[in-house]
């Protein structure tokens, strides 16, 4: 089977960092994503590891761990409009196309 | 600018009658997925298409259909609406090969009254 888990709320403060982790057991692994969604609105792209280890793009880090089925986003420096879900997402497939996973998302509210 | 339009945003339908969102794309993306997102749950992959290859995820009821015309368009069609498929329903597109992120429409929020 497919399992993604995530935490399901997390709070942190206005310029904190918040670490959100996510552990699979999925029946392949191709690689693994992170999505931010608003409330009512689409998820949109942050970030993607297929190697082990720390992919960073400004105030966002991503980690995977292949060995141990894990993975964190790292938001660095919060703003309110960070307060969102952070999906996890994996590609469990190679090939072609890039069928993903989702987990249930994390609800991140930042306070002032 | 909005590059996976979704329309309508909000759709209202009765109990059994025939519903169907569209999707269309800029991007000229080969793939392109629709996914059904109930209230605090992951997005469900129903299908998805690879140019005009159609895929269907194992689990997705009969009820939901699916065409693709050209590769800027692709349609969902619910062929006899339960109460249990309101829902948000989300299409993304992406470029073919691994590492590809997925880019989601807005989302059509379907009501079954």
């Known amino acids: 089977g497919q399992n993604i888990d995530q935490p399901t709320e997390m709070t942190a403060t206005e310029g904190a960092i918040v670490q959100i982790n996510c552990t699979y057991q999925?029946?392949?692994?191709?690689?693994l994503f992170w999505y931010q969604q608003h409330a009512g609105e689409a998820p949109t792209f942050l970030s993607y590891?297929?190697?082990?280890g720390l992919e960073e793009k400004g105030r966002f880090s991503s980690f995977l761990s292949r060995s141990k089925g894990y993975s964190y986003l790292l938001l660095k420096e919060l703003q309110m409009k960070d307060s969102a879900s952070y999906l996890c997402a994996v590609r469990p497939e190679g090939g072609a196309t890039n069928k993903l996973i989702f987990g249930t998302g994390t609800l991140l509210a930042v306070q002032p | 600018d909005a590059m996976v339009i979704q329309n309508p945003r909000y759709q209202v339908t009765q109990f059994g009658k025939p519903v169907t969102l569209s999707c269309s794309q800029t991007?000229?993306?080969?793939?392109m997925y629709w996914y059904q997102q109930k209230s605090s749950q992951a997005p469900k992959l129903l299908f998805h298409?690879?140019?005009?290859?159609?895929?269907n995820e194992a689990d997705t009821p009969d009820n939901f259909q699916s065409r693709r015309p050209n590769t800027s368009f692709c349609f969902l069609d619910i062929r006899s609406p339960g109460l249990g498929d309101a829902a948000m329903y989300l299409c993304a597109t992406s470029r073919v090969g691994g590492g590809q992120p997925q880019h989601f429409g807005d989302g059509t929020r379907l009501s079954i009254l």
């Open positions: 991007l000229n993306h080969n793939v």
């Open positions: 590891n297929v190697l082990d």
């Open positions: 298409y690879y140019d005009k290859d159609f895929n």
């Open positions: 999925t029946s392949g692994f191709n690689g």
